[in-house]
């Protein structure tokens, strides 16, 4: 084969992808998106937690919001803090990838690193350090640093993502 006989099979080739790829995204955007997530009422979980003695604050953790939410607790170092969390976010559109809470949720207290990447909808971790709590949202790669502040990616900026997550946090 000559220099021009590999261009046409390279081009051919790339034509082929694209159109696989043109095809996936129609696929897709032809489904139906999957049903929304009712929002569970937390005050249940939150009110045994208070009975056994745990300070509770249920907050929303909007994936699209600022990264950081103030719960209004503060912690000890040490003290064990515990999460109960329902929802999930997704990318650009509800058919789009859904991320779910142990992915995307963080925490944090006394407004400093490191923070605390949970497991799964519900998680357990002692405070790093004394101070408020905060919860977040995030997404792969925007904590950067030693001091993991939120670098916000240019190529997927906040605003296509949606969705959010109810939290319950105890300490």
């Not at 080739?13 to 999957?34: E, F, H, K, M, N």
């Not at 929802?87 to 490191?114: K, N």
């Not at 790093?128 to 995030?138: A, K, Q, R």
């Not at 670098?151 to 949606?162: E, H, N």
């Amino acid at each position: 084969m000559g220099i021009g006989e590999n261009a046409l099979v390279d081009a051919r080739v790339s034509w082929r992808r694209a159109g696989t790829l043109a095809s996936a995204i129609v696929d897709q955007l032809r489904t139906a998106a999957p049903p929304s997530l009712v929002r569970l009422d937390l005050a249940a979980a939150a009110g045994a937690l208070r009975g056994a003695g745990a300070d509770i604050a249920v907050v929303r953790v909007d994936a699209r919001s600022e990264p950081w939410t103030r719960t209004g607790l503060d912690a000890s170092q040490g003290a064990p803090i515990t999460w109960l969390a329902h929802g999930d976010s997704w990318i650009a559109t509800r058919r789009g990838p859904h991320l779910d809470a142990g992915l995307q949720l963080r925490l944090r207290v006394g407004m400093a690193a490191p923070a605390i990447d949970g497991t799964g909808a519900t998680f357990t971790a002692a405070a790093t350090h004394d101070g408020p709590i905060e919860v977040c949202s995030l997404f792969p790669g925007e904590l950067r640093d030693d001091d993991e502040r939120v670098a916000y990616d240019r190529t997927m900026p906040r605003a296509l993502f949606g969705g959010g997550f109810d939290v319950a946090v105890a300490v």
